[in-house]
C-alpha cells in the first residue's frame, strides 16, 4: 500500500452525535430516534452557528454594496458557491445556481431547457420510480410541446428494468431524467451507463441527485450528465436553499428563469441584456444566509469523508432490513440488495400506515408515512401508502432497536 492510503477508520455515530443538539430531546418517555433522514435531516452546530455568525457580523446584500460588511456578505456566498461546486466535482464553480430545492432545479431545466427545444414527434425518458418532482415538469412541458413522455418500467424486485429502459430509449429521445437514488425503494441507479447510452442518441440528460448527494461521493464529471439537482436541507443544511449543476455551455445557451435585479447585464427602458451564469438564473435577493449554511453542512460532511459515511449507512441499513424482517406481515417496497442505501419504506398487513407512524412517535421513533411524493410508485406496487424509515449518519442501532420495539406495540394493538 501507498504511504498515503491510510485506511480510513470507519464512522461511529459517536464521533458525530455530540453535534446533533436535537439528539438531546426526548419525546415523551422516550428519546428521539429520528428516522425520517430522507424526508429532511437534522442540522449539527457546525450549520447553526455558520448562519448564526452570518447574521451577527454581514447580514447586509450581496454583490451591490462597496461596503465592508456587502463584501463580506459576498465573500461568504461566493465561497459557499465554490465548495458545493467543488463537492459534487464541478469543472467551474460558475456552473453551480443556487435554486430553493431540488423541485425548482428541475422546473429550470424543464422550463429553461427542454421546452425551447421540444418538439411534436420528440420524447422525454423518466422512470416509473421518480418523485413527482421529476415527473410532473415533464407531464407539462411534454404537454406544452407535443412531445411524448415515456416511463421506464421496474422489475418486481423494484430495481428498474434496464431491457425496458433501453428499449425505450432512440433517436426520438431528446431528453432522459433518472433519479440516482430512489427516495422509496432505495434503489440506486447505474446514472453513469444510462448517462453514456443516452448521450449517445443525443439526448439531454437530468439527474434527480436529491437522494444521493447527501449519502455518497456524487462526481459529475464521472457521472457525465448535463444537469444535476439536490437540496441543501437534505444533507444537514438549512431549509430553502438547493443546488442545480449545469454545463456551462448549456447554461450559457438558456435564457433566464426568472427576471428582475440581479441577474443583469445592461438594461434599458425598451430591452434588457442578461447577466452570464450562474447570476442569469438568481434574480433577485437570495438566501445568502442559507448558502452560508449549506456550504458549512458540505463542510461537516467533507470533514467526516463521504466514503466513510455511505460506509457506515449500508452498514446500519443491513441492520434495519434485517430487524425489519423479523416482522410478522410486514413487506418492505423493494428487495434488499447488499449496499442498499438506509431507506425502508415498508407496509402492515394490519395497519395503516399513518396509524402506524403515530404509534411509533408515541414512542419517539420519527418515520414518515404516505406516498413520499411518489404516488404512482406506490401503485406499481399495489400500495397506497407506506411508512417510511431512513437512515443518516448519526443513527444507531439502538434507534433501530427502538423502531422495532414501537412496531411490537403496533402489532399488539392492531395485529
Ligand atoms: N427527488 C427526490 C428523489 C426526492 O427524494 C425529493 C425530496 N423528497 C425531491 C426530488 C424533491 O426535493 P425538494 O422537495 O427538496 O425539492
Known amino acids: 500500500m501507498n504511504e498515503d492510503e491510510v485506511p480510513c477508520t470507519p464512522l461511529s455515530p459517536e464521533e458525530v452525535r455530540p453535534d446533533f443538539p436535537q439528539l438531546n430531546r426526548r419525546i415523551g418517555d422516550y428519546p428521539l430516534a429520528y428516522l425520517d433522514n430522507t424526508a429532511a435531516t437534522l442540522k449539527p452546530r457546525q450549520v447553526i452557528e455558520a448562519i448564526d455568525h452570518f447574521y451577527a457580523t454581514c447580514p447586509a446584500n450581496v454583490h451591490r454594496g462597496i461596503h465592508t460588511l456587502s463584501e463580506e456578505a459576498t465573500d461568504a456566498y461566493e465561497s459557499s458557491r465554490k465548495r458545493i461546486a467543488a463537492f459534487i466535482h464541478a469543472p467551474r464553480e460558475s456552473e453551480l445556481i443556487f435554486t430553493r430545492n431540488t423541485t425548482e432545479g428541475i422546473n429550470?431545466?424543464?422550463?429553461?431547457?427542454?421546452?425551447?427545444?421540444?418538439?411534436?414527434g420528440d420524447e422525454v425518458l423518466v422512470t416509473v420510480m421518480e418523485h413527482h418532482a421529476n415527473?410532473?415538469?415533464?407531464?407539462?412541458?411534454?404537454?406544452?410541446?407535443?412531445?411524448?413522455?415515456?416511463?421506464?418500467?421496474?422489475?418486481?424486485?423494484?430495481?428498474?428494468?434496464?431491457?425496458?429502459?433501453?428499449?425505450k430509449l432512440s433517436e426520438r429521445t431528446k431528453f432522459v431524467s433518472m433519479p440516482q437514488v430512489s427516495n422509496v425503494l432505495g434503489v440506486i441507479n447505474p446514472v453513469k451507463t444510462l448517462t453514456a447510452a443516452a448521450k449517445a442518441v443525443g439526448a439531454t440528460v437530468l439527474v434527480d441527485a436529491a437522494q444521493s448527494v447527501p449519502h455518497m461521493p456524487v462526481d459529475v464529471v464521472d457521472i457525465g450528465c448535463d444537469f444535476l439537482a439536490f437540496s441543501g436541507y437534505k444533507l444537514l443544511g438549512p431549509f430553502g436553499i438547493g443546488g442545480l449543476w449545469g454545463r456551462y455551455e448549456l447554461l450559457d445557451?438558456?435564457?433566464?428563469?426568472?427576471?428582475?435585479?440581479?441577474?443583469?447585464?445592461?438594461?434599458?427602458l425598451e430591452k434588457t441584456t442578461f447577466a452570464d451564469p450562474p447570476?442569469?438564473?438568481?434574480?433577485?435577493?437570495?438566501?445568502?444566509?442559507?448558502?452560508?449554511?449549506?456550504?458549512?453542512a458540505i463542510d461537516y460532511l467533507t470533514n467526516v469523508g463521504m466514503d466513510r459515511l455511505h460506509q457506515r449507512e449500508i452498514e446500519l441499513s443491513k441492520y434495519m432490513h434485517e430487524r425489519l424482517a423479523e416482522i410478522p406481515g410486514l413487506r418492505i417496497l423493494g428487495?434488499?440488495?447488499?449496499?442498499?442505501?438506509?431507506?425502508?419504506?415498508?407496509?402492515l398487513a394490519y395497519a395503516h400506515a399513518h396509524?402506524?407512524?403515530?404509534?411509533?412517535?408515541?414512542?419517539?421513533?420519527?418515520?414518515?408515512?404516505?406516498?413520499?411524493?411518489?404516488e404512482p410508485l406506490h401503485h406499481e406496487f399495489n400500495s397506497e401508502?407506506?411508512?417510511?424509515?431512513?437512515?443518516?449518519?448519526?443513527?444507531?442501532?439502538a434507534e433501530i432497536d427502538q423502531l422495532i420495539a414501537g412496531l411490537g406495540t403496533v402489532r399488539e394493538i392492531f395485529g
Request: glycine share 8%; net charge negative.
Open 253 to 268: 445557451a438558456m435564457p433566464p428563469y426568472q427576471t428582475g435585479g440581479s441577474m443583469i447585464h445592461t438594461v434599458t
Open 135 to 167: 415527473l410532473i415538469p415533464w407531464q407539462i412541458v411534454t404537454e406544452a410541446t407535443g412531445a411524448t413522455l415515456k416511463f421506464a418500467r421496474l422489475h418486481p424486485s423494484g430495481q428498474l428494468d434496464l431491457d425496458d429502459w433501453y428499449s
Open 279 to 296: 447570476q442569469r438564473f438568481e434574480a433577485g435577493t437570495p438566501s445568502i444566509a442559507d448558502a452560508v449554511g449549506f456550504a458549512a
Open 355 to 374: 396509524d402506524v407512524a403515530q404509534f411509533l412517535s408515541d414512542e419517539g421513533v420519527a418515520v414518515r408515512a404516505g406516498h413520499h411524493c411518489a
Open 385 to 397: 401508502s407506506t411508512s417510511r424509515a431512513s437512515l443518516y449518519l448519526y443513527n444507531t442501532e
Open 108 to 120: 429550470l431545466v424543464a422550463d429553461c431547457w427542454a421546452r425551447r427545444r421540444l418538439k411534436p
Open 335 to 347: 428487495e434488499y440488495f447488499e449496499g442498499k442505501p438506509g431507506i425502508a419504506s415498508f407496509d
